[in-house]
């Protein structure tokens, strides 16, 4: 076996499936070897794309998703996905090609220094030296990605190393790893606090949707019916829980799900990420935040737990709801606020207006896409509306990252979770922007068969810095751009395309795109006036009262 083999043999061993990218001559071994394996190759039309896939495969089922680059140009274009997987915690295993170091007849050509490049951006970042040490490696590389807190890895297979014979050495295989539980001590000191509460309140943070997490968390919020809200990446992560349910902070101040924070005496944080915007400020006056995570939470200026419980977090909360369960008769005490707040959230959901607002395209897709449909967002001012005003019901249906928060990763994203789940609807929802930072990738939806609508909001314009900008007092200056024709854009990739012309024109057209299947373009204009009256002016009012 040369080099090439040995690695795609113990990527198969990892139970890799598929591999996005884009090879270059660096890599033809490592792409013959896959020829011959049971991996799919999956090309995509830029590496950036390909990194945002194999993260988001990660996201979704706790295993490191795998993109392949050539060396220089190819490795460069996968860092802006390595950050995405960094910041957002999804596992993901990068391997690139370079030029020969035994010997090199190019000398530098296209060489860069892709290790220490992906060095601040990877959790582990190696050179592969030779084929003997390739099955230890690529074990340890999934090891690292996979455990918490997750994140991406990179291994660079130099050609002649991909080249070269070596020993038949078989894979490592994986072991089952089961983490430590919160020691009986801290579950105690942990339950006492929560006894002693007066108006406790849940908050589900990123690590909340982790894959495996899902079910022991809805059983520990329904059990103690205590009423939680969640950071914009805690979205989805309780079953069944939605009468508890107070609202997304999606703002870190002011919106009214913060007239519960603010009231709130003790704040169970699960799984919170400072990576993400902050869900609400800690001051000196409170609330107590109790963090509950897999790791101690990174102390911030504007968060500093009191009290911790660190450890595997479904059993942690297991035998926390053991030591709580029918003892809390102040459980509740928050929940009056509840109907108001999502009063609030609603208003203007139904209107018919066109161009539509915000508030209404977000309650028209939650129309179209059933409670296990994915919604899978880009970066813009719509995801504001969505973190806030739309209901989930599942774990990772609305995928979304307040992490990196880069533009570009809607429409991958959204490919990834298509292809991983065929008999589920899929949508994303990208502004006119951030769209075109990776449409080339609808050749690569199309190719690929799926079934996936994508939604494009037109505003002609970075609208989000644009609203920025205008709350911040400078003048509209800088923010609008020209868009190709949307709908004669998706037709030349083969995929159908359509454009919302009447305030009632979005429902109907997303329940077509759906049940037609394919690859399918919608495009609407977005009022964003709702911008300034409401997340600026209303909130404001709303603090003062
Ligand atoms: C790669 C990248 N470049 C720039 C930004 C800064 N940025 C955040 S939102 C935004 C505007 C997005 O415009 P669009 O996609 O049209 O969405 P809209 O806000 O107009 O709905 C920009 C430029 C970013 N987050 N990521
Ligand atoms: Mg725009």
Redesign the pocket.
């Known amino acids: 076996m040369n080099g090439a083999e040995v690695i795609v043999s113990a990527l198969e061993n990892e139970g890799v499936e598929q591999i996005f990218g884009i090879p270059g001559e660096e890599n033809l071994d490592v792409v013959e070897a896959l020829r011959k394996s049971s991996i799919e190759l999956v090309l995509t039309r830029h590496e950036q794309a390909a990194a945002f896939m194999a993260a988001t495969h990660g996201r979704l089922t706790g295993r490191a998703g795998v993109c392949l680059a050539t060396l220089g140009p190819g490795a460069l274009n996968l860092t802006?996905g390595a950050a995405y997987a960094l910041l957002g915690a999804m596992p993901m295993v990068m391997i690139t090609g370079q030029k020969g170091i035994l010997s090199r007849k190019q000398a530098r050509f296209q060489v860069v220094d892709i290790v220490s490049t992906m060095t601040p951006l990877t959790k582990m970042a190696r050179q592969i030296v030779s084929p003997a040490t390739i099955p230890s490696l690529v074990r340890e590389a999934f090891r690292v990605a996979q455990q918490e807190r997750p994140g991406p890895v990179h291994l660079e297979l130099p050609e002649d190393i991909a080249h070269e014979p070596g020993p038949d050495t078989a894979p490592v295989p994986p072991h089952p790893i089961d983490l430590p539980i919160a020691p009986r001590a801290a579950l105690d000191r942990a339950a006492q606090l929560i006894l002693g509460a007066e108006r406790p309140l849940i908050m589900l943070g990123a690590a909340a949707s982790r894959p495996r997490l899902a079910e022991a968390l809805s059983a520990f919020v329904q059990r103690l019916q205590i009423p939680f809200f969640n950071t914009q990446m805690g979205k989805g992560a309780v079953t069944g829980g939605s009468g508890l349910y107070m609202g997304t902070a999606a703002l870190s101040e002011r919106d009214y799900v913060h007239r519960a924070i603010d009231r709130a005496d003790l704040i169970i944080s699960i799984g919170h990420d400072t990576v993400e915007k902050p869900p609400f400020f800690m001051g000196p006056d409170g609330p107590t935040v109790l963090h509950v995570g897999y790791l101690p939470a990174t102390v911030e200026e504007v968060f500093f737990p009191q009290a911790e419980l660190i450890g595997d977090v479904g059993p942690s909360l297991t035998l926390l709801a053991d030591r709580l369960e029918h003892k809390l008769p102040r459980a509740q005490a928050l929940l009056g606020l509840r109907d108001d707040i999502l009063a609030h959230i609603a208003d203007r959901a139904e209107e018919s207006r066109y161009p539509p607002t915000p508030q209404r395209i977000v309650h028209d897709v939650r129309e179209a896409v059933p409670e296990d449909g994915i919604v899978c967002l880009?970066?813009?001012?719509?995801?504001i509306w969505f973190a806030r005003n739309y209901r989930t019901h599942v774990a990772n249906t609305l995928l979304l990252d307040n992490a990196?928060?880069?533009?570009?990763a809607g429409l991958p994203s959204a490919i990834m979770a298509a292809c991983l789940n065929p008999g589920r609807r899929v949508l994303a929802v990208?502004?006119?922007?951030?769209?075109?930072?990776n449409s080339q990738e609808m050749e690569t939806a199309v190719r690929l068969k799926l079934n996936l609508v994508v939604l494009v909001?037109?505003?002609h314009?970075?609208?989000?810095?644009?609203?920025k900008q205008a709350t911040d007092g400078f003048p509209d200056f800088g923010?609008t751009f020209g868009d190709p024709d949307f709908v004669a854009y998706a037709r030349a990739y083969g995929a159908k395309g359509s454009r919302v012309e009447t305030a009632d024109g979005l429902a109907p057209a997303l329940e077509a795109a759906f049940a037609a299947g394919g690859v399918h373009l919608i495009v609407t204009p977005?009022d964003?006036s709702e911008n300034k009256r409401v997340l600026v002016d209303e909130l404001r009012a709303n603090a003062l009262t």
């Open positions: 802006t880009d970066n813009g001012m719509y995801k990196l928060a880069t533009m570009g990208c502004g006119d922007g951030g769209f075109m930072m909001l037109q505003d314009a970075y609208g989000m810095i644009r609203w923010m977005v964003y």
